[in-house]
């Protein structure tokens, strides 16, 4: 029995590191020691910059657009459903469809991203930041701070990132 769970897990395994293979390629930048889930849809992914150990979930949904990049730092925690944009339209110019606009967004290094968020064009989540579940974050969000809610807003100050990190050399 045991050799036939293995025997089936083996084209699992290599279609697995096959489509990693795949995304990597297409990526401008996958730093080592990252994964990504599949069910991960990602669009333009010449313009998605992704640091080293870096957990992106499946469901996720990176949205990089022809002139707007999704920079990950590194060590950053993505849970799934996320949702990241980086098109939007001009609200000043009718019809509405007429003008689009792109704009970059960038998350820093130790970056936690909660389950069923969204990320709008523009915004820059920095180092140590955690995002809670189900937050649409449409403005920047400040270094060690855990904020939540439709729009985000701060929920409270963490730690800051050295002791958060001396905290887990200790585990």
């Known amino acids: 029995m045991n050799f036939l769970l293995k025997f089936f897990k083996l084209p699992f395994r290599l279609l697995r590191r096959l489509r990693t293979n795949f995304i990597t390629s297409q990526l401008e930048f996958l730093g ?9 849809v990602i669009s333009y992914p010449e313009n998605v910059f992704i640091g080293e150990d870096v957990s992106i979930a499946s469901g996720v949904h990176i949205n990089a657009s022809s002139q707007g990049k999704v920079i990950i730092g590194s060590r950053c925690a993505i849970a799934s459903r996320t949702t990241i944009v980086t098109a939007t339209h001009d609200p000043n110019v009718l019809p509405i ?3 689009g606009i792109n704009k970059s967004v960038t998350i820093g290094d130790d970056v936690w991203v909660g389950t069923g968020v969204i990320i709008l064009p523009g915004v820059t989540i920095h180092d140590g930041a955690i995002i809670a579940a189900g937050a649409v974050v449409v403005k ?3 270094s060690n701070c855990l904020v939540g809610g ?3 807003k701060l929920i409270k100050k963490l730690d800051s ?7 887990g050399k200790n585990i």
């Open 161 to 167: 990132r050295v002791a958060r990190l001396a905290k």
């Open 32 to 40: 080592s020691g990252s994964y990504i889930s599949s069910g991960v």
């Open 97 to 99: 469809s007429k003008k």
């Open 150 to 152: 439709v729009p985000a």
């Open 140 to 142: 920047n969000v400040a």
